[in-house]
């Protein structure tokens, strides 16, 4: 069964400082697709970042990047210079493919706040 | 504009009463899925559907039934609500193609007395 692990359950900062949020999964499939979801106060949920297994290239989006290594299992999420807008509870999720194509699997989250 | 809407926004129920969940995407989007949130729980998949009139079963199926009769809708039925599934109800659906992201619905509050 896949499992996602975000050991962090709450995390809070000040202002202009750098987080990371760990994301830990486990699958016995060699495809399959690892996301980032955000969920601000609001309570809605917005896509933040696809990755699938075979491409372990970071990428980096303005302040935000992403560190995927496949030999430790790890997808996390660097927010660099952090501000009060980012804060919200943010989601690591992995998908299947193949015959369970659809089945995603949600860590339960780590709370971010930012503090002026 | 609308994306993946759901219907009630917010619900009130007595245990023992039934009652269905709308969803609805206007992306022409094959998969679509059902998950509830509950504090520190993260996303639980409920049931899922990978095209019009098929279903399949998530991560916490029982005491909910899921019908996809047109492409667009997938109603999430709870036909006796207990207290337990006093929770956030959200809506996604997302392409075929492996691995797409899922957009979500803004969520149905449910509470069951």
């Known amino acids: 069964a896949q499992k996602v692990t975000q050991a962090q359950t709450e995390i809070s900062v000040v202002e202009k400082e750098d987080v990371t949020l760990d994301c830990v999964y486990e699958t016995r499939d060699t495809t399959y697709y690892l996301f980032w979801y955000k969920q601000p106060p609001s309570g809605e949920l917005v896509f933040l970042i696809r990755?699938?297994?075979?491409?372990?290239q970071n990428e980096i989006s303005g302040r935000y990047s992403w560190n995927f290594q496949k030999s430790t299992s790890s997808f996390n999420f660097t927010i660099t210079a952090s501000q009060v807008v980012d804060s919200a509870v943010y989601f690591c999720a992995l998908s299947e493919v193949g015959t369970n194509a659809g089945k995603s699997t949600f860590g339960d989250g780590t709370t971010l706040t930012v503090k002026p | 504009n609308a994306g993946v809407t759901q219907t009630p926004k917010f619900r009130v129920l007595k245990t023992g009463q039934s009652m269905t969940l709308l969803c609805a995407q206007d992306m022409n989007h094959e998969y679509m899925y059902w998950y509830r949130q509950d504090p520190g729980m993260g996303l639980r998949l409920i049931h899922y559907?990978?095209?019009?009139?098929?279903?399949a079963k998530g991560e916490v199926p029982d005491g909910y039934n899921v019908s996809r009769l047109k492409k667009q809708n997938f109603l999430l039925g709870l036909e006796s609500a207990a207290p337990s599934q006093t929770s956030v109800y959200f809506c996604?659906?997302?392409?075929?193609?492996?691995?797409?992201?899922?957009?979500f619905g803004d969520g149905t509050r449910l509470s069951i007395l």
């Open positions: 996604a659906s997302s392409r075929a193609q492996g691995g797409q992201p899922q957009h």
């Open positions: 990755r699938n297994s075979f491409d372990e």
């Open positions: 559907s990978v095209g019009e009139g098929t279903t």
